[in-house]
């Protein structure tokens, strides 16, 4: 087989592309990476026709001395005896505007591919290599080779810059605003004192708080309180005689009623 792809990129860039096995995994159009799988490794749907064939397999790229790169690779039916080869070989030619990518080798199938038309088939491998070289231009670069073809760089000791002169600050003058502030605020007059101390006697005399029953049924506080009857100074001078004489009558009561039971 035979089959030329231009690009509209430099043949370095594809150079380095080929180079790098992350950049060619990435190139291959539907590949799926298995972990712990070596990087141009996987599975792969390739549709011919009406019909939907998943490969396993892998792909190695080799440079060779003459600047072309080699492409080997073998596959297997994922639900299948069919296995897939190929051995290829990319020359990359410098033109007008790009790079044209001239591919020949061959490859061999059987299995279920084998039965499909060679039309179908050709044209299924046409446009898995078109795609797999316009990925390659466009595949970005990855850190490594990034790193790898940069130069390195002399880093230059920072010099240490000059201290600046700092200044004091010129004191600030106080203002009139703060001196009015600072004063202490005027004593209240006695009126105010007064004033506050009634309102705070007539909260406390409000019933406030108090529930309906307590309101209705506890006697009236404060002013409104009931002023008891003023006392006599008789009446006082009366009780406090009255019970000593009491007393004394009691007492002789009691003597002269044991002195008659003795006579008896």
């Not at 279920?112 to 316009?134: C, I, K, M, Q």
């Not at 231009?137 to 920072?158: C, G, K, L, M, V």
């Not at 106080?174 to 009126?191: G, K, W």
Request: charged share 30%; net charge negative; aromatic share 2%.
């Amino acid at each position: 087989m035979e089959h030329e792809v231009f690009v509209p990129v430099q043949a370095e860039r594809l150079r380095e592309a080929l180079a790098d096995p992350v950049r060619v995994a990435r190139a291959v159009p539907g590949l799926q990476q298995d972990a712990g799988t070596p990087p141009v490794s996987g599975r792969l749907k390739v549709r011919v026709g009406g019909h939907t064939i998943t490969y396993r397999g892998t792909v190695r790229v080799t440079a060779r001395d003459d600047g072309s790169y080699a492409v080997e690779g073998d596959a297997t039916e994922a639900r299948g005896p069919g296995t897939v080869k190929l051995a290829l070989a990319l020359t990359l030619t410098p033109s007008d505007g790009g790079t044209t990518v001239t591919i020949t080798g061959t490859t061999t199938a059987d299995g279920r591919v084998a039965d499909l038309p060679p039309d179908a088939v050709s044209a299924t491998t046409d446009r898995l290599l078109n795609r797999f070289v316009e990925n390659l231009a466009e595949a970005p670069e990855t850190p490594q080779s990034a790193a790898e073809r940069e130069p390195e760089r002399e880093i230059e000791p920072e010099k240490p810059e000059p201290e600046a002169e700092v200044q004091p600050a010129p004191e600030a003058e106080p203002s009139a605003l703060f001196e009015e502030e600072d004063q202490a605020p005027p004593a209240p007059s006695r009126v105010n004192r007064e004033d506050a101390v009634a309102e705070a006697a007539h909260a406390r005399r409000t019933m406030i708080g108090r529930s309906a029953e307590e309101v209705d049924h506890a006697p009236p506080r404060g002013r409104y309180a009931p002023v008891p009857a003023p006392e006599t100074a008789d009446a006082r001078a009366t009780l406090r005689w009255a019970a000593p004489a009491a007393a004394v009558a009691l007492a002789s009561a009691i003597a002269v009623t044991r002195a008659l039971r003795k006579r008896r």
